[in-house]
């Protein structure tokens, strides 16, 4: 038996990098220094081995836990302290759901750190979002659907991740709150449109696990500021006030 993968169960904050976008190692530092939980790194098209590895190096000289979203087998970079391994749940073709997964294990199966490497159950949300395009994803979910995937994740396939992703628009927060109170044990992240600590402080109180994406390029100072803003509500959670 491994054990279940546990390398991101603490994970309130997240911030998500691009290895195909720049990011200068002044901001590089100060996202890893910002006191977030983790960086993941992932990006929905243009990641490359190469690319990967000389990201993942840099965010290296920090401590702050890394993690890498493995969607394509030739980017198996090893050295991260964990793996995610994305499956669509509502991408209209096989291939997005389990079909690559296979062929990657086909492949590579027998190199994976397992103890490491978790599946994550996506739900894509956002039409115009590249994942969405990419996958054709059927985005026009009503709530009873979304729970029902919901459920399929936790419950059928038992999957210890489950991320609702609105990646550059900012989600319906209802709707994720919904679909968190039928998770029995998945964790659920939710990404998008974050820009402001109050929208960083609303996703906090309707997911698991906040993730943080493209502001860290347009507005740093905005992207830093929702480390707290998730801490912060995370405490009001737990009643440390
Ligand atoms: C993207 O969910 C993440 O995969 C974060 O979304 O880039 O819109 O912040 P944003």
Redesign the pocket.
């Known amino acids: 038996m491994i054990a279940s993968p546990s390398f991101y169960r603490s994970w309130r904050h997240v911030f ?1 990098l691009d290895p195909d976008r720049d990011i200068d190692d002044e901001a590089l530092g100060r996202i890893c220094l910002s006191g977030t939980d983790a960086v993941l790194v992932g990006g929905s098209s243009g990641v490359t081995f190469d690319n990967t590895v000389e990201l993942m190096s840099r965010i290296r000289r920090y401590e702050v836990p890394c993690a890498f979203e493995l969607s394509d087998p030739a980017c198996a970079v090893p050295g991260f302290d964990g793996y995610f391994i994305p499956m669509v749940l509502n991408a209209a073709r096989k291939e997005w759901v389990i079909g690559r997964q296979a062929d990657a294990l086909a492949d590579y199966g027998h190199l994976l750190p397992w103890e490491s490497v978790a599946g994550e159950a996506y739900l894509v949300l956002n039409p115009d979002c590249t994942a969405a395009r990419l996958t054709e994803a059927e985005t026009e979910l009503t709530p009873a659907q979304a729970v029902a995937y919901g459920r399929l994740a936790d419950r059928l396939l038992r999957v210890p991740v489950l991320y609702m ?1 609105y ?2 628009v900012f989600g319906d927060m209802a709707l994720v709150r919904r679909v968190r109170q039928e998770l029995r044990q998945a964790q659920l992240l939710y ?4 820009r402001t600590p109050e929208q960083a402080r609303e996703a906090a109180q309707a997911a698991d696990t906040v ?5 860290v390029y347009d507005d740093l100072k905005a992207a830093l500021s929702t480390v707290d803003a998730v801490k912060f509500s995370a405490k009001e959670q737990d009643h440390v006030f």
Not at 211 to 215: A, D
């Open positions: 998500k992703e990646s550059g990404g998008g449109g974050i993730v943080v994406g493209n502001v």
